[in-house]
């Protein structure tokens, strides 16, 4: 089983909302990561937990807050947002931060107003 | 800094026929390179991968092949079909890291 699951599928927030988005994975995998999407665009890395620490912070905003509870959970906590991080989200795993192969989750595509 | 270059950004093919996508990248101490298929609105799945040990690695319909001396590395679909439609990306990773380096993606458009 490669899935990783991620809820919700789809997220409206106003610029002062507060929300999360969360990500399991029940593949033992000890690295984590986040990544946002643009259109027509490819992936590109923000955060990655290994051993639920967060290892590696891509200089992403303040208003983006990673946080590990366990293997298995990512949540990611949105606040004070602006239009332009509309784009879709996507949480991936992988065995461990070696050169190992990252399983992506569906995404949450996420619209800022 | 480490780029991957992606050709081409679109790809038409008749059903039946074959798709070639090729990437260039260039930190030659790029050691894992896989293939991301990503559908209209899903994540990216993997389709394939290779190893720097390896110069290609076939799985049904799909094979890349791999060009260390000329950091070259590609994807090869035969006998296309319309579900084959979809963004294809290419990413190189270097030992010791954590980060993939993505192409800038190939839309392909299998036309039945």
């Known amino acids: 089983d490669t899935e990783v699951t991620q809820t919700p599928k789809h997220l409206v927030m106003g610029m002062t909302n507060k929300k999360s988005l969360k990500c399991e994975q029940h593949m033992g995998h000890r690295a984590m990561y986040w990544y946002k999407q643009k259109a027509k665009k490819p992936p590109e890395l923000m955060f990655v937990?290994?051993?639920?620490?967060?290892?590696i912070n891509e200089s992403v905003p303040s208003r983006f807050s990673p946080e590990c509870p366990n293997s298995s959970l990512l949540n990611l906590h949105l606040h004070a947002l602006q239009p332009e991080d509309s784009a879709l989200y996507l949480c991936a795993s992988s065995q461990s931060q070696g050169p190992e192969t990252q399983y992506f989750g569906p995404g949450t595509r996420l619209l800022v107003l | 800094g480490e780029n991957v270059e992606q050709h081409p950004s679109t790809l038409s093919v008749q059903e039946g026929d074959s798709a070639v996508i090729k990437c260039t990248y260039s930190d030659s101490a790029s050691n894992y390179f896989p293939w991301y298929k990503q559908e209209l609105g899903k994540g990216p799945q993997l389709i394939i991968d290779?190893?720097?040990?390896?110069g290609e690695k076939k799985d049904q319909r799909i094979a890349v092949t791999l060009n260390k001396t000329a950091k070259h590395f590609s994807l090869h679909i035969t006998e296309t079909q319309p579900e084959d439609s979809a963004v294809y990306f290419c990413a190189a990773r270097t030992s010791g890291t954590y980060k993939y380096i993505f192409g800038t993606g190939t839309r392909l458009k299998v036309l039945a």
């Open positions: 290779i190893r720097s040990n390896v």
């Open positions: 937990y290994s051993y639920e620490k967060l290892s």
